[in-house]
Structure formats: C-alpha cells, structure tokens
C-alpha cells in the first residue's frame, strides 16, 4: 500500500503542469478562447492546434483555420442565438468548440454533444448545405441526452407504420443522407432513417430550420411528421414553457 | 623588533574588494532567503473599511491578505466561510494546489492540516459540515484576486476548500461559487510556494491564521 502511495506521489510531482483553465473546465486540450461575451452566455472556444479525446483517443479534431473560423463563427452564432440562457442552462449547454474535420473512430461527423461536460464541438468544415440545420440536430442530442426520460423512444416508434425498423445504431447503416425529402413519407431525411435518437434530432432540427408556413404545409401533408412535430414541441414546452419554435 | 610593513595601494584595493564581495554575498544571501522582503504587509488596523464586518484576514507566509466578503452575491457560500473562519478552522490548513501567478488553493481541512498532512489523500479531504449548493446565478467578475469556493467536478459540492486567482478568468463566472475579492496583499500571495511540475505541492505553505476584522 505505501510502495502504491509513493508511486502515486511519484507520478503526480513528475507529471508535467497542464495548468490551462479551459482543459480544467471541459477536458478538451489545445483550445482558446474565440468569444465569450455573448448575450445568452455561450462561451465560444476554438482549437489552435489538433487534439484527441476519449478513452480510446478515438475522437479526433484539428485545428481552426482563422478564415474558415470566422465565416463558419459568424452561422454558428446566428444559429445559437436564437436559444435563451435559460433554455441552454435548462439543456445544460455552456462551451463550443470550433474545430476542423472532427471524427470519431475515422469516421466524420458533424459535432460530438456532451452534456456533462456543457459542451458541443462542432465540425466548422462540415457540408456547407447543410451546416446550420445541422448545428441544431447537435442541440437536441444535448437535450435528450439531458433530459433522457422525456423522449421515450418506445412511444416514438409507434409513430411510425409497424413495418418500419430503424437500424441498431446511427452508424451502422448506410442511410446517411442530409437532403430533405420533398416527399416526407413520415420522415424528413434519410438519416432519420437510422434509428429513433437521430429521428427526433431530424425533427427538432426541422422545426428550428423551416420557417412555420414550412413546417405547417409538412404537417397538412404528412401525418407521421405531424405527430412527431407536436412529440417534440410538447417534450421542449415542457423543459422550457417560454421556449418559441 | 618587526618591522612594520605597509600595504601597498593594490593589496589595499584587493582587501576593499575581498570585503565588500562578503558583503554583498552574505546581503544576497539574506535577501533570497527572505522572500518577503520585497513585498509589503497591510495592518488591517490602519485601514478604513466601508464594511468591516465583511473583513477577513489571511494571514499567509509573507503577512497579511484583506479579503472583502461578498455575501449579496452568495449567501449561503459566505455564510459557510464565515462559519469556517469563525471557528478557526482554516488555521495551519496547507495551500496544497498552487499554480504559479495563476491560483492559490487551500481548505483542506481533513487531510491538509500541519500535523496531519496526507499527500495521497490532500485535496479530497472534507470539512464534517456537509456540501452546499453552487451559487453561480449572480453576475460576478472573476478578475486577479477573486476568490470562490472549489468544488469537485459537479456543482452543488462545495464545503470547505477555497481558491484565490492570482489572473483574470473569466471562464469561472458561472463555474465557480465566488465569495469575495482580496482587497489589499494579493501579491503576498505570488509567494506561496508552488512546484514547477506539478499543481500539487510537497511541504507546501500553510495559512497561519485566517479571521474575521470584527
């Protein structure tokens, strides 16, 4: 126990210093700070040189180019502008990181939420298409996870008709489309496809992107679409009553 | 009879020389060993506080730090801090996680006293009056001096343990529970001994008293 104790200690005075106060807050190193003063409190953070997360150092993102940062910051901001600090602290939402080709196990996605640590890192060199709708998607993944008892997924399968299955998980298909269906068929884009999780983030993101006379002509249209539509209103009413879609 | 040789000029100048180098080396010497020597000390006494009753003096290796508490910013927080401070609590408790002109840390009162310090366990240690809530609602700038109370990685576990910054940082608003501002001497505080290869520290500094002006 004492030889333990020493080689603890060893390590611990051997260790070299990483005194940097964004990595004590969020454990995510390399990063600086790009805005912080803004009116719904988010603190924005960009990484200045490439880092690894995870475990497994599996999750994987490089450095922000100065050109790409501010035109991708200035969509990023608009987008989350429209959320209430107290919605984001209703989510628990604080830090944005702002960084390059971020991917998980090799392969690329758009951000990585993480509610515990406050934080959403988000690609800034994701498909252009579909960047803003897509930063939302990212927003209700903070949500759910948030707040995992108010989105049943059994409940929400039933939306669906009884032959409809969605795969295992979101990577283990190859419906990965971003397009929004002209034709909805009680889904919005392939993706929502995948599985429920990532159906409800389609929706929510939706509803965020489209304008209401959007939305309302999908909901005269599509009947599937119309119940998730009031699922997820109901599910945000209920984490925040002022919240306005 | 002897007879008496005198010193020629430059064995006069290398005796003069010789001289004034012990000088200087025994006057160095002193002025490193003494690490306080340039920093000044504040008499609480001779200062006049808008509020002294939300006065508290820690008194620190190098002499005396005021700390303004701010208890309509955290109620409960101040109030738990008064409580410790009151009872003396915080005396001879190490700064056990100092990190150079950036923080002080120090409220260990379990593990982190003089005569009890554990290195293995320094930091984890517990004040017996259980966690109170965060209090991260009110605005606050946490600029060079702030002090707030640590806590583990989630809100609402603060107790005893409380840190000074010795930087601006603004990224605590809303981390950290914040329960005053050093007033005068947060310079005394860049003199706690801290480690370059660690935030932890090995036979580190101790507060020698920490009390309320009234």
Known sequence: MNLFRAILLLIIFITPLRANTIYNLIKIPNLKIYEINTKNKLKYLYAISSFRLGVQKNIVCLSSNKKDLEKKYKTIYKSLSRYSYDYLKKINLKYIVLCENLSISGINTAGIPDNIMKTLILDIKFNEDYFERVIHHEVFHIVNDQHKKLFNESEWIKFNSSEFKYAKCSICTEKLGLETYKKTNGFFTEYSKSTASEDMAEVYSHIIFLNTKEINQIRKLDSILDNKISYIENKIKKIDTSFNF | ?214
């Open chain 2, 1 to 214: 009879m002897i007879k008496k040789i005198k010193a020629s000029t430059s064995e006069k100048i290398i005796l003069i020389f010789l001289v004034t180098l012990f000088i200087l080396t025994l006057g160095t010497y002193f002025v490193i060993k003494n690490e306080c020597l340039f920093v000044k000390n504040f008499d609480p006494k001779n200062i006049n506080f808008k509020n002294p009753k939300n006065i508290a003096i820690l008194n620190v290796p190098c002499g005396n730090v005021v700390i303004e508490l701010y208890p309509k910013v955290s109620p409960n927080g101040v109030k738990r801090f008064i409580t410790l401070i009151q009872s003396n609590a915080y005396d001879d408790v190490a700064f056990h996680r100092v990190i150079k002109n950036r923080l002080v840390q120090a409220g260990d009162l379990e593990f982190g006293k003089k005569d009890f310090l554990d290195y293995g366990k320094i930091g984890t240690g517990k004040s017996g009056l259980g966690t109170i809530k965060s209090e991260i609602e009110n605005e606050f700038n946490y600029v060079k001096g702030s002090v707030g109370l640590a806590r583990t990685f989630k809100n609402d576990t603060e107790d005893s343990q409380f840190f000074i910054i010795l930087q601006d940082e603004p990224l605590f608003e809303g981390e950290y529970t914040p329960v005053g501002k050093v007033i005068y001497g947060v310079e005394l505080l860049n003199k706690i001994k801290y480690q370059r290869h660690s935030e932890y520290i090995l036979r580190p500094d101790f507060i020698s008293t920490f009390r309320m002006l009234n």
